[in-house]
Structures are given as structure tokens and as C-alpha cells.
């Protein structure tokens, strides 16, 4: 099993930034595809922003602009860099990894934003 675990998030106002870590406790150039997933209060967890080995990405419609995912396979480490924060970014954000048929996620990070 591969334990992931996040961290970077707080309380930040309306524009601010933040920087999401992922941690593996292995490599991650192994890992098929990486993600960032968030759940908003009363809502249903979605795919925020992807990453595959590769380094191909995707993102979000609502975070297109303002996020951008990346890794850094020296560290095990995936980022997410979040610029212009809205309080609709409020939630818990979750680090995704797919290695084979194991899909690991971490314990997540809180993300609040104050308008």
C-alpha cells in the first residue's frame, strides 16, 4: 500500500494563494495518473485537477486559469498551486494516485476561503 498525505491548506482570504503538497511514501513516477480531489460542505467529492506520468493535464472548468498541478518525481511530491482563491474553493482536498489496480488516497487537507 502507498500512503499519501497532504498539506498546505488553511484559512486564506478571497484572492489569496495556496499551495497543496502530496507526499508519497514511494515513488510517484510509478503512479499512472495523480489527482486533486476536493468535497465542498454538503457536496459531492469532484476531480479538481489531474496529472498522468507523463505530465499531461486536465482541469476542473471552475479552476481552469487559476490552479495548475504539477509533480516533482525527485521528491515523490504532487503540487497544486491555487491562485485567486473564491469562497466557492472552500472544502477538503484529496491526493489521488492510481498505481495499477490500487487507488490510494490521502486523509486530506482543509482549504477555507473568507470572503
Known amino acids: 500500500q502507498v500512503q499519501l498525505v497532504e498539506s498546505g491548506g488553511g484559512l486564506v482570504q478571497a484572492g489569496e494563494r495556496l499551495r497543496l503538497s502530496c507526499t508519497a511514501s514511494r515513488s510517484i513516477f510509478r503512479f499512472n495518473s495523480m489527482a486533486w480531489y476536493r468535497q465542498a460542505p454538503g457536496k459531492q467529492r469532484e476531480l479538481v485537477a489531474a496529472i498522468t506520468s507523463g505530465g499531461s493535464t486536465n482541469y476542473a472548468d471552475s479552476v481552469k486559469g487559476r490552479f495548475t498541478i504539477s509533480k516533482d518525481d525527485a521528491k515523490n511530491t504532487m503540487y497544486l498551486q491555487m491562485n485567486g482563491l473564491k469562497s466557492e474553493d472552500t472544502g477538503v482536498y484529496y491526493c489521488?494516485?492510481?498505481?495499477?489496480?490500487?487507488?490510494?488516497w490521502g486523509q486530506g487537507t482543509r482549504v477555507t476561503v473568507s470572503s
Open positions: 489521488n494516485g492510481v498505481w495499477g489496480d490500487m487507488n490510494c
